[in-house]
């Protein structure tokens, strides 16, 4: 089906219309899920409570996205974009209402503050999935074949071995990277950075990340070169994941490296997931859009979750540390064990690389159907266009005059 803008004027307005989508989905994530992990030890000081019931206010959005991940992808599906995007909206505006009643003293709320912006997190998260199920919807309506890696940025499938190694490694994936979001604050404080340089290191995560994903869709668009280009961008993270175990170690004079390694993470990470949900797409095809990006989500939130409790089941409390510039919560800082973190990474990522391999079954729909489409034209203007004999079965002579 052929792209609803044609015209330059038209063209632009569809790359606003999937910058505001952009917006929503950094709205969802970044403003809202992970607004207390840079400042994790000091909202357990504010709120009076333990760092992992901070830590709940970021696994909420995992645990709701595994049964709701699977009503988003029925709406996606079912009622369409328009619908998901603006239920998306009300649930974020909802949510983020209740969040404000926590803190605001009037109100007199004592220690059911934190139960308030437990609840507003919970509607926040079930706003999630709708907006992040969405970018290949989007651009399967609104995107020519060309431009669609760009825009993003079931039974069958269950045996679809290249869609469940798709998505047990790159769930996987973003499941270490919600952790590393998540506990990053945490990780580093321990080891005697202060917050801003970790508030410094996750906004470098993030932005690099988001340049990854940009310039690597540019990429693709032009070569077609999924796998390739996955499996490459997954072993660099998976290098930048350990080279950030082993220097956020309380060292002198690591700070500057710490900073680099993250934004390579980030880089390398991120630049992954718009090529991904479009590999899902391919592998899984003829199944709807959401419906293939939807369950590799839930998939990811699943292996979140589980991440996330082996994590904290791997910490060592720490009560007095001379190095450490944690804010410390009633119960003491928290040393996590990140080169689990990074082991885990690379055994995904030598995973992926050895056993992912897969037809690109959507492209090659497209381009037989665009074959047998030229084809159909080619005859109908050779139909259209030929001499004409007259009735006798002579040639018609040409007209001269």
Known sequence: MASPFTTQSE???????????VYQSLLSTLQLWLTFAPVADKTAVYFHISLEMVNWLSIVYLLISIPFGLVATWVLDSLGLRCAVILSAWLNMTGSTIRV??????????????????????????????????????????????????????????????YIILAVCFGGGIGMFTCF???????????????????????????????????????????????????????LSAL???????????????????????????????????????????????????????????????????????????????????????????????????LVLAGLCSAMACFYVIFFHTDYKRLRAETNSGDLSKAEDTATKDFLFRPQRPPGGRKRPPNNN
């Open 240 to 338: 930048a994941s350990i080279v950030f175990a082993v220097v956020s170690s309380p060292l002198p004079c690591t700070a500057v490296t710490l900073a680099i390694t993250s934004s390579l993470f980030g880089f390398f990470g991120f630049a992954i997931y718009p090529i991904a949900m479009e590999l899902a797409v391919e592998c899984s095809y003829p199944v709807g859009e959401g419906t293939s990006t939807g369950l590799i989500f839930v998939a990811s939130q699943i292996e979140g979750v589980i991440l996330m409790i082996l994590l904290q089941g791997l910490t060592i409390r720490v009560s007095e540390d001379p190095s450490s510039t944690c804010a410390l919560d009633q119960d003491g800082a928290l040393d996590w064990t990140i």
């Open 101 to 162: 009643f926590s803190v605001l003293k009037f109100l007199k709320l004592g220690s059911h503050r934190y139960w308030y912006l437990f609840t507003g997190q919970c509607l926040c998260a079930l706003a999630q999935p709708l907006i992040i199920f969405s970018p290949t919807k989007l651009a399967a309506l609104w995107f020519p074949d060309h431009q669609r890696a760009t825009a993003n940025v079931i039974a069958s499938m269950c045996k679809n071995k290249p």
């Open 11 to 21: 063209g632009m307005l569809r790359f606003c219309s999937g910058g505001v989508h």
């Open 181 to 235: 979001s998540v506990l990053l604050e945490q990780i580093l404080c321990e080891n005697g950075y202060s917050n801003e340089f970790a508030g410094l290191n996750g906004a470098l995560f993030t932005v690099c990340g988001l340049l990854g994903a940009f310039l690597l869709g540019l990429y693709v668009d032009r070569t077609r070169k999924f796998i390739e280009s996955t499996k490459i961008c997954f072993c």
